[in-house]
């Protein structure tokens, strides 16, 4: 079936560095990808949507230069966070909806742990 | 506005137990998705089913079954005969229905965390 994959699956990096983290859609086309953020013990919060070849569209409450998203072609989107801070420090998950066969299910990424010291 | 309510934060039951994971949404819009998700403890999130709002037949796939019911705005998931493997954080999700379907977002329920002892 449909797979997203996203890498790195854990970082830790130092407070006011950058961290890239890329979502690829593996054997489908996405011209959309959603970011979402996931606290501990807490449920799923979206960020954005990321849109091959336009614009990312973000969530109230999202900084858009805190959190940098790509979409750089129609299999990868890449979720940049800038000048990293431990409130960062999160579970990140991207999904994609594979529209091109079987029921459009909505597939998500195995997620990145990101924690900032 | 959307939004998804899993009055169930934490249930724990023996193997074999029977347990039914509630859900209760509200939306605007009269057609829409709605979704369940399994998360494990490493995180990823399994994909269990997916139902559109003018589909209301009961789904049953092998121990798992759901429940729709329009008129109470509910969507319960009941797992037969539960095995330790089925210990996971369940959420419950909605999106809008578009045609293409590509830029239906989620909402998703703060989740239900299921312990199923031996």
């Known amino acids: 079936g449909a797979v997203v994959s996203q890498h790195p699956s854990r970082v830790i990096c130092k407070s006011g560095t950058s961290v890239k983290i890329e979502c690829r859609s593996l054997d489908f086309q996405a011209t959309t990808m959603f970011w979402y953020r996931q606290f501990p013990k807490q449920s799923l919060m979206l960020m954005a949507t990321s849109n091959e070849g336009s614009k990312a569209t973000y969530e109230q409450g999202v900084e858009k230069d805190k959190f940098l998203i790509n979409h750089a072609s129609l299999t990868l989107s890449t979720l940049t966070v800038t000048s990293a801070h431990p409130e960062d420090s999160s579970f990140y998950i991207c999904?994609?909806?594979?529209?091109?066969?079987?029921?459009?299910?909505?597939?998500f990424g195995e997620g990145s742990r990101l924690t900032v010291l | 506005a959307q939004k998804v309510t899993q009055a169930q934060t934490e249930i724990s039951v023996v193997e074999k137990e029977d347990v039914t994971l509630d859900c209760v949404y509200e939306t605007r819009d009269t057609t829409y998705y709605l979704f369940w998700y399994k998360q494990p403890p490493s995180g990823e999130l399994v994909f269990l089913i997916r139902?559109?709002?003018?589909?209301?037949q009961n789904e049953i796939s092998g121990r798992y079954s759901w429940n729709f019911q329009k008129s109470t705005s509910s969507f319960n998931f009941t797992i037969t005969a539960s095995q330790v493997v089925d210990s996971a954080v369940y959420f419950c999700?909605?999106?809008?229905?578009?045609?293409?379907?590509?830029?239906?977002?989620?909402?998703f329920g703060k989740g239900i965390t299921l312990s199923v002892r031996p």
């Open positions: 139902r559109n709002s003018f589909d209301e």
């Open positions: 999904s994609a909806r594979d529209l091109g066969g079987g029921k459009g299910e909505l597939f």
């Open positions: 999700a909605l999106s809008e229905y578009l045609k293409s379907g590509a830029n239906s977002k989620l909402t």
